[in-house]
Nanobody
Framework: QVQLVESGGGLVQPGGSLRLSCAAS????????MGWYRQAPGKQRELVAT???????NYADAVAGRFTISRDTVKNTMYLQMNSLKPEDTAVYYC??????????????WGQGTQVTVSS
């Protein structure tokens, strides 16, 4: 089994910054594609950013240039640095990882979600 635990959400003023973390634990052989998603009230979950194991990143147009996805391979942890936050960034943020387990099976894990609120 693989567990993902998120942290780092909170309340921030417009223009501020936050860094989200997503720590993976369990029977992990390797972490493949990873990503951050968000869901605002009344809206569908949407892609924010992804990163492949090779380091290729992709961002939603709404966050490109403001958000940065990164990982710490040793710690099996993924990050989302969010700068110049806007009220429209308010949402529950979820991390997702495609993992190869130690038994060489493939699985997808999701974090529990962390609330980000951008408001003055």
């Amino acid at each position: 089994q693989v567990q993902l635990v998120e942290s780092g959400g909170g309340l921030v003023q417009p223009g501020g910054s936050l860094r989200l973390s997503c720590a993976a634990s369990g029977s992990i052989f390797s972490i493949n594609t990873m990503g951050w998603y968000r869901q605002a009230p009344g809206k569908q979950r949407e892609l924010v950013a992804t990163r492949t194991s090779g380091g290729t990143t992709n961002y939603a147009d709404a966050v490109a240039g403001r958000f940065t996805i990164s990982r710490d391979t040793v710690k099996n942890t993924m990050y989302l640095q969010m700068n110049s936050l806007k009220p429209e960034d308010t949402a529950v943020y979820y991390c997702k990882m495609n993992v190869t387990t130690t038994s060489r099976s493939q699985m997808i894990g999701w974090g529990q979600g962390t609330q980000v609120t951008v408001s003055s």
